[in-house]
């Protein structure tokens, strides 16, 4: 048997799948690829996570394309993170051109230029469902670790929302937490001692200024109503399709606060809310978040380890979590342990730094006898990329260099016109885009305060006008000191002495 033989006997067996699958492309053997050697992805390991990794310009978000078209033509919802603002073009069909139909020829399967159903939401003023959360459905636990507060300011806000829940005094936007921030150690400081403790007024200092910057990277456009519910990401269209849901993120990587608090509060509300699922043969919703560096990068290690938690527990619940970067190492090893498919595209060996990169990202991938892992890393085209995944028995697949199929959809972003009519099509938007400022802590403390300030006001009025009313009184009754004089008992005595000796 020649080498070829081998290898697509090897591939054929440990690429064969029972249930349904993802045809990623055909695997490659000395540059070149073999037809009809397909690379597939089943459906029933797509919740065990992936990666999406390689240098700028390698072709990782027509991966990630190729991806989220498959699954929604599959009947799987799809939430892709859009920071570069280039996967629009999923609403329409790609180009069927030479370059594509000679690619597919050698893949060994015709090419079909479709379209996905897409939404596209927003977290900032761009157009889009405004996605919303509010400062109770964070919690106090999630709330500290997106701030990265200390035990004691963890403890304090714990407090407040304890002194909220007792006062039933809601917590939606961040204007309601910096003002019961400010109150329990101004005007509600007596009342906040007596039943919960005394609270620091450097401590609540250090939890507002954690909140302003938080603000100040857009965070007060997130917090508030109307919540999104994440039962809106599992859509399915009339054909059967599901739903991409494209977020915008275009104006928002200089804030990776927000993108991160974003993620995290998703991901728990996603967990909280998604029943369990067990082994089931399709996810109920993959996620893709681009440039996931953004996330860890700037995660303190309460936020870490958050994450870490979430990612080996949201499985269970039907969901697939794929991040996509530029190098295996962006990604904590915890997490980076978690995922199960991985597709690494071509990585670039400019520096010895590079070089070492490149060593530990050729360890990440099981052992080949038919690559040299470290050169095929360096050697791959564009749309070129090292694929293992998961069988269906969660077993490693044998490692292949893949010629990646092309995007059914367009490799291009929407023009305003088409972009318009997906947002006029959208049913998302009425339902979410109207903002609501209902009365909540805000406007409750503010009230009680101004009553208690009334009260007190008044309280001082009345006690002014006693004061005033007992000295008039005191200085009505007080006798002239002639009458004093004539009425003394002295003077009488006088005068009756006077008058005994003149009668004698």
Excluded: W
Excluded at 81 to 93: E, I, R, Y
Excluded at 246 to 254: F, K, M, S
Excluded at 304 to 319: A, N, P, T, W
Aim: hydrophobic residues 40%; contains cysteine; charged residues 25%.
């Amino acid at each position: 048997m020649s080498n070829k033989e081998a290898f697509f006997s090897h591939l054929e067996k440990g690429y064969t799948t029972k249930g349904d699958f993802i045809n990623m492309g055909a695997a490659m053997l000395n540059g070149e690829p073999l037809t009809n050697a397909y690379v597939k992805i089943p459906l029933k390991t797509l919740n065990r996570h992936g990666l999406i990794a390689g240098a700028t310009g390698t072709g990782k978000t027509k991966t990630l394309q190729i991806l989220a078209e498959n699954l929604s033509e599959k009947g799987i919802p799809v939430l892709l993170m859009d920071l570069k603002g280039d996967l629009s073009g999923l609403a329409q069909p790609g180009d069927n051109n030479a370059k594509i139909q000679e690619r597919h020829q050698k893949i060994g399967f015709a090419y079909e230029a479709k379209k996905s159903p897409i939404d596209i939401l927003t977290l900032s003023q761009q157009n889009g469902v405004r996605l919303r959360a509010t400062v109770s459905e964070f919690g106090p636990v999630l709330l500290s670790r997106i701030l990265d507060l200390t035990d004691t300011q963890q403890g304090i806000v714990a407090v407040l929302f304890k002194y909220c829940d007792d006062k039933q005094l809601p917590l939606l936007d961040l204007k309601d937490f910096k003002k019961i921030l400010q109150y329990c150690t101004n005007e509600g400081k007596d009342e906040f001692q007596e039943s919960y403790g005394r609270i620091s007024t450097s401590s609540t200092g250090a939890i507002l200024r954690k909140i302003i910057e938080l603000e100040q990277q857009g965070a007060d456009l997130f917090f508030g109503e109307k919540s999104f519910e994440v039962d809106d990401l599992t859509r399915i269209d009339e054909n059967g399709k599901g739903i991409i849901n494209i977020v915008r993120l275009t104006d928002i990587q200089d804030k990776p606060k927000l993108f991160s608090t974003f993620m995290l509060s998703l991901l728990a509300e996603v967990y909280s809310s998604f029943p369990e699922q067990g082994d089931s043969d399709r996810p109920e919703l993959v996620i893709f978040i681009d440039e996931a560096h953004l996330i860890f990068n700037e995660a303190s290690d309460a936020l870490l380890d958050q994450i870490e938690s979430i990612v080996k527990l949201i499985r269970s619940k039907g969901i697939g979590l794929y991040f996509v970067t530029q190098n295996p190492t962006d990604i904590p090893n915890e997490v980076l342990a978690q995922l199960g498919l991985k597709i690494q595209h071509a990585l670039r060996a400019f520096t010895a730094k590079d070089r070492k990169a490149i060593k530990l990202t050729a360890e990440n991938y099981p052992i080949s006898e038919f690559y040299n892992t470290a050169e095929v890393l360096t050697s791959l085209g564009i749309g070129e990329a090292l694929i293992s995944a998961l069988d269906e028995k969660g077993r490693p697949t044998p490692l292949a260099a893949t010629m990646l199929r092309a995007p059914m959809s367009r490799m291009d972003i929407l023009t305003e016109s088409e972009l318009k009519q997906v947002l006029d099509n959208s049913k998302l938007i009425p339902k979410y885009n109207e903002t609501i400022d209902r009365e909540s802590a805000y406007e409750l403390l503010t009230e009680k305060i101004e009553k208690s300030q009334r009260e007190e006001a008044q309280q001082k009025a009345k006690e002014e006008q006693k004061r005033v009313k007992t000295s008039s009184s005191r200085k009505s009754t007080r006798m002239n000191p002639i009458v004093k004089v004539l009425t003394s008992a002295t003077f009488i005595r006088g005068v009756m002495g006077i008058l005994s000796k003149a009668m004698r």
